[in-house]
Nanobody
Framework: QVHLVQSGGGLVQAGGSLRLSCTYS???????????LGWYRQTPGNERELVAT??????NYQDSVKGRFIISKDNTRRRTYLQMNSLKPEDTAVYYC???????WGQGTQVTVSS
């Protein structure tokens, strides 16, 4: 049984950095390496929006985070990371990791950027 466990997040000042992690517990290596794994975020009253995805070594980013956020993965640890740099107050949201193949979400983690 696969489940996604997130860590990281918190409160940071504008211009600062945070790193989020997501462990895909129970996912076999062959699935993890080929799956499209993503990070999404959601603010109150809004739809959950895509932030970044990674499939193999191919990455994709929402325009607003290009050049600031980096998605990466560690196949051995079954883990993805979202390195968030030059954070802005508008990046404040609950962030979720996602597995496309399993249609599973992480538990969510709050990121708050103060101005």
């Amino acid at each position: 049984q696969v489940h996604l466990v997130q860590s990281g997040g918190g409160l940071v000042q504008a211009g600062g950095s945070l790193r989020l992690s997501c462990t895909y517990s129970g996912m076999i290596l062959s699935v993890f390496t080929s799956d499209t794994l993503g990070w999404y975020r959601q603010t109150p009253g809004n739809e959950r929006e895509l932030v970044a995805t990674i499939t193999g070594s191919t990455t994709n980013y929402q325009d607003s985070v290009k050049g600031r956020f980096i998605i990466s993965k560690d196949n051995t640890r079954r883990r993805t990371y979202l390195q968030m740099n030059s954070l802005k107050p508008e990046d404040t949201a609950v962030y979720y990791c996602y597995s496309t193949s399993r249609r599973l979400w992480g538990q969510g983690t709050q990121v708050t950027v103060s101005s």
